[in-house]
């Protein structure tokens, strides 16, 4: 199965069926506000969490059958969230801000033009003042190599130089559903305001 679709025809790795503990932590600590934007959302899972919350989310991604689970999902929960169809590297085409935006795994798998087209995105659809987080994988043994992206805390703020303030780089461990993976992988939770 080509496209999108492609990535869910079986369950990706990064598809846990429960928030990634790194941004749970963010919302249990009150760090989500407002209006919650979660691109390439997948599943749903960080959407869904924001709901829980308490706060209005919409959650963004191109596949059609991950969109469909996530709507399933916040049904069989009894939470109201929007999920579109919509390309992430499109963002500022979206017409709306957001006071938070979550990145689980999006922004390390872009490069060059996508990757600026992808940041120039993310800041048209965040309030000045509001909140950005982004997790990655990091750049550092043991991550396995490979296709797997793994970015530095310089390629970070570099794409974030114009626009935004870069709050923190912090390690954390980015859980997966590999069975290879049980301890997780080495990544990067980064928190940005929107100069």
């Known amino acids: 199965m080509a496209g999108p679709d492609g990535l869910y025809a079986t369950p990706p790795p990064w598809d846990i069926g429960r928030p990634q503990p790194a941004l749970l932590a963010l919302a249990r600590s009150g760090e989500l506000r407002g209006r919650v934007l979660d691109v390439g959302c997948g599943t749903g899972e960080h959407a869904l969490m924001a709901a829980e919350s308490g706060l209005v989310a919409t959650g963004v991604d191109l596949a059609a059958a991950a969109l469909a689970a996530a709507v399933r999902k916040g049904r069989e929960r009894g939470l109201a969230v929007r999920f579109l169809p919509y390309d992430v590297r499109e963002l500022g085409a979206l017409g709306e801000e957001f006071d938070t935006v979550l990145d689980s795994l999006v922004f390390h798998g872009f490069q060059g033009p996508d990757r600026a ?79």
Request: proline residues 8%; positive net charge.
């Open 117 to 195: 087209r992808y940041v120039a995105g993310l800041r048209a659809v965040t309030v000045p003042g509001g909140r950005c987080f982004l997790l990655s994988f990091r750049d550092e043994p043991p991550n396995r190599s490979g296709r797997v992206h793994r970015v530095t805390p310089d390629e970070i703020r570099s794409a974030f130089a114009d626009g935004w303030r870069v709050d923190s780089v912090d390690p954390v461990t980015v859980d997966s559903s590999l069975p290879a993976l049980t301890d997780g992988i080495r990544g990067w939770r980064t928190s940005l305001t929107r100069l």
